[in-house]
């Protein structure tokens, strides 16, 4: 794609559940921190706050670390959520080990468009997760059996999800963030398992 203005932008609805094809059939665009396979949607107008949560599932040892980049109406980037505030959540539930963040916007001109992608940063580092065998000892009660945690290294394609629901809907899903507060976080090679769930800041771009 020539310009943030000419990507294949999909309409996005205010209440719903996705999975981002996020492989080599995906498009493709040279962001300013690295060329990346993406997928990109028009938020809806007259939705109202909505509430995100994107997550990105480790498979055989592999996962994709997103960014979030947010477009102004003019195409133009106005926030960003960074890879590394994306929190290791491990299984729980029909829930596999995951990378997850949850964060707010109000569509309109400052929030017009969303891309979903991974720098070049991101992909150099990993994240450490729970084998199998120590999932279960935990969820058992029992002694963790011996041996450091397994390593993900994050690629260029991955397993991700994206979910949406209307702010004030009360369902519970997501958590909000503070929307107003500026950041610039700087991304670490590489992300060492927590179970952090707390809420993500956003990064405004100017």
Not at 51 to 68: H, K, N, R, Y
Not at 83 to 94: A, C, E, L, M, T
């Amino acid at each position: 794609c020539a310009s943030l203005a000419a990507l294949p932008f999909q309409a996005l609805d205010a209440d719903q559940t996705q999975r981002l094809k996020l492989d080599t059939s995906a498009p493709a665009h040279r962001f300013e921190d690295g060329k990346s396979f993406f997928q990109a949607f028009a938020l809806p107008r007259d939705a109202g706050p909505l509430s995100f949560e994107l997550t990105s599932t480790i498979v055989d040892g592999q996962v994709f670390a997103p960014t979030v980049l947010v477009l102004d109406e003019a195409f133009q980037p106005s926030q960003r959520i960074a890879s590394d505030k994306f929190r290791y959540r491990g299984p729980s539930g029909f829930a596999p080990a995951r990378l997850a963040a949850t964060f707010d916007l109000t569509p309109g001109p400052e929030a017009a468009y969303l891309v979903v992608y991974s720098n070049d940063a991101a992909r150099q580092g990993s994240t450490r997760y729970e084998s199998a065998e120590k999932v279960y000892a935990r969820v058992r009660g029992l002694a963790p059996p011996p041996g450091p945690d397994l390593v993900a290294e994050h690629t260029a394609t991955g397993n991700v999800t994206l979910a949406s629901e209307p702010h004030d809907s009360g369902g519970g899903l997501l958590t909000p963030i503070l929307g107003n507060r500026t950041t610039t976080p700087t991304p670490e090679p590489r992300t060492r398992a927590t179970t952090d769930t707390s809420s993500t800041t956003v990064e405004r771009t100017r």
